[in-house]
């Protein structure tokens, strides 16, 4: 994945969604994006990037399964992690899914360093993410309980669709040093 712009789909691994969509709309709701919100340039219901710091046993499966891909996907034994974010998104039933293009790039990115985001969808949707690259757009077909993996420079977002039940995703953005 070093270098190269593509999307890496990981095996399907269990939890309890129901249990998990309930703790992570609490979560969103007590836990909000900034400082700012609501008068931020966020989507309405994110959460604040320290997801992973929770004590919850569907997060914890979650958080060993996200750093185990990577230790496979990177070939490694051991992770060197300089920045691990990770954020809870939700759009409500007959909302919009408020898409706007971005990355996950920040300053602590260098030559030295991997960027990697991910995406883990948490209820069943037909919403999935669309990617622009400089040479092709592609659109991920989602699937509950799989991780998405991909370099953190390709511009993405939700697809812009009206959610027909509330939808719910989790997002990372890594940087590793090489």
Not at 110 to 120: A, E
Not at 131 to 147: A, C, Q, S, Y
């Amino acid at each position: 994945m070093v270098g190269d712009n593509f999307v890496i789909v990981n095996d399907y691994f269990k939890f309890d969604n129901n249990k998990l969509f309930k703790t992570l709309k609490k979560y969103i709701k007590t836990n909000p994006c900034c400082g700012q919100f609501p008068k931020c340039d966020h989507p309405k219901y994110q959460s604040d990037p320290n997801l992973f710091n929770i004590k919850n046993n569907d997060i914890d499966i979650i958080k060993n399964n996200y750093f185990n891909c990577l230790l496979k996907i990177l070939n490694k034994n051991k992770l060197d992690i300089i920045e691990n974010k990770v954020w809870a998104y939700l759009t409500l039933k007959n909302e919009n899914t408020q898409s706007i293009w971005h990355k996950h790039i920040t300053a602590n990115n260098n030559n030295n360093n991997i960027n990697i985001s991910g995406l883990l969808y948490i209820t069943e949707t037909n919403i999935g993410t669309e990617f622009k690259t400089e040479f092709l757009n592609i659109e991920i077909i989602p699937h509950i309980n799989r991780w998405f993996l991909w370099d953190s420079s390709i511009i993405h977002r939700p697809k812009d669709m009206i959610s027909e039940k509330d939808r719910i995703v989790i997002a990372t953005s890594t940087i590793l040093k090489i």
